[in-house]
């Protein structure tokens, strides 16, 4: 079965520091990996995904991720984090076994203080 | 370009009722994929639409049930609702095909069953 995790429920980081922000799967076949952002009261909102070749992929506002294979991880990073950053950010997962069925970590919050 | 709309915004039904909801895709997205998302958890796929018909279907009882439309709208309807129904539904939308990993997904209904 396929499954998602983030060890974080929270993640509290200075404005101006790097951010990172974890998460690990399980999956039978090849994963197709993305992160999602949820502000308040919003739906998810796509910031970038890994589906196959290079494995640093750089998404939207400055975000980027690593595919790590013998790790099984896809960490979302970000050099300088931004006030602006705080939200609720969801690691996803499909593989080319599963068919089309989506599978959502639980959420990890991302506080940036100013 | 219109994203993905859904509609309505909130909804309060008591137990045992039934309840449509509504979704629109982005233009030129001929797929829509349902999502859950209760408090504090992340989304739970439902079921996906793709030419009319349910293309794969999370582990959702057969209250759930969908449609999608011959100009891709869809609508997600839930039969005897109980309390464990309250949640906010996601609707998601993507074009089959290639590069249809990634989905778009509009602002949610918020469904409270009392």
């Known amino acids: 079965a396929q499954s998602v ?7 509290n980081v200075a404005e101006g520091n790097p951010l990172t922000v974890k998460c690990t799967y399980s999956v039978s076949g090849n994963p197709y990996l993305f992160w999602y952002v949820q502000y308040p009261n919003r739906g998810l909102q796509f910031l970038l995904k890994y589906i196959t070749g290079d494995n640093l992929v750089k998404g939207s506002y400055g975000f980027e991720a ?49 | 370009d219109a994203g993905v709309t859904q509609s309505p915004t909130h909804l309060i039904k008591t137990r045992g009722q039934q309840v449509t909801l509504r979704c629109s895709p982005k233009s030129g997205h001929d797929t829509v994929s349902w999502y859950q998302q209760a408090l504090g958890q992340g ?23 969908g449609h999608q439309f011959p100009n891709y709208s869809s609508e997600l309807n839930v039969n005897a609702l109980l309390l464990g129904d309250s949640a906010l539904y996601l609707c998601a939308s993507s074009q089959a095909g290639h590069n249809s990993y990634e989905q778009y997904f509009g602002p949610g209904t918020r469904l409270t069953v009392t």
């Open chain 2, 43 to 65: 989304p739970q796929f439902i079921f996906q639409y793709y030419e009319e018909e349910e293309r794969q279907r999370g582990n959702f009882p057969d209250r759930f049930s």
């Open chain 1, 5 to 11: 995790a983030q060890p974080e429920d929270q993640v």
């Open chain 1, 66 to 114: 690593e595919f790590n294979k013998s790790q099984t991880s896809f960490h979302l990073k970000k050099p300088s984090a931004l006030v602006s950053d705080s939200a609720l950010y969801f690691c996803a997962v499909r593989t080319d076994t599963g068919g089309f069925k989506t599978i959502f970590g639980a959420g990890t919050r991302l506080f940036v203080k100013a």
